[in-house]
């Protein structure tokens, strides 16, 4: 069965300082990947998908980046954080194609002070 | 582009009854509609898709219509139980890409 992984599950940083959330999947093969943020009491917002190894389209340009270095690995990177940069970060995967549902991971849960 | 409303915020719900939520979207009708359970701290987890030429779904307590002449999807769940309070999100797809946009959700409660 397939499964997602994602952390760490809490990450409280400094103001300025660098981001990386990694997000890996068991069990399946050139899934399409996701990254989403929810902040407190709304929906979530794509900030980032993959179709595949090296390929990133950006939906929210802000100062957040995304790899995908490997078929089931997706970091989100981030050189300096803001204050608006806190939030409940997920990473999900479907299988290629369009009509298929979306796997959540656990999630990051970001504070920046 | 496409716009999602959820136009409850949140629903309170006598236990036994049937939970309705509303998804509306405003331009062209999507493939395919599906609809996600969170709740708190956790990740969404997917429940029910329906396709553009499917009136009505059912998954045990669960019912979706989709209408594409009023651009709506009634999400209903009979017998309603506590266990059920959660925030329930719609999503669609973008015509053109690999991706899903979601509304805001709704959150429902159901008082025992």
């Known amino acids: 069965s397939q499964t997602i992984h994602q952390w760490p599950a809490t990450l409280v940083q400094p103001v300025g300082s660098p981001l990386s959330l990694e997000c890996t999947v068991e069990?399946?093969?050139?899934?399409?990947l996701y990254w989403y943020r929810q902040a407190a009491g709304r929906g979530l917002q794509l900030l980032f998908y993959s179709v595949g190894i090296g390929q990133i389209s950006s939906e929210v340009p802000q100062n957040l980046s995304a790899s995908r270095p490997q078929d089931r690995q997706f970091i989100l990177s981030s050189k300096k954080l803001l204050l608006s940069d806190s939030g409940f970060y997920l990473c999900?995967?479907?299988?290629?194609?369009?009509?298929?549902?979306?796997?959540f991971g656990p999630g990051t849960r970001l504070t920046v002070l | 582009s496409q716009k999602i409303e959820q136009n409850s915020e949140a629903l309170n719900i006598q236990e036994g009854k049937t939970a309705t939520l509303t998804c509306n979207y405003t331009?062209?009708?999507?493939?395919?509609l599906q609809w996600y359970r969170q709740d708190p701290g956790r990740g969404p987890v997917f429940l029910l898709l329906?396709?553009?030429?499917?009136k009505e779904k059912r998954k045990e307590r669960l019912k979706v219509t989709f209408d594409t002449t009023l651009k709506q999807s009634l999400f209903h769940i009979t017998a309603s139980q506590p266990a059920d309070s959660a925030t329930y999100l719609c999503a669609l797809d973008e015509s053109s890409a690999s991706k899903i946009i979601f509304g805001s959700g709704t959150r429902l409660s159901i008082r025992p």
């Open positions: 331009n062209y009708s999507p493939a395919y």
């Open positions: 069990g399946t093969s050139n899934p399409n």
């Open positions: 329906i396709r553009e030429n499917e």
């Open positions: 999900a995967w479907s299988v290629q194609g369009k009509d298929y549902e979306q796997f």
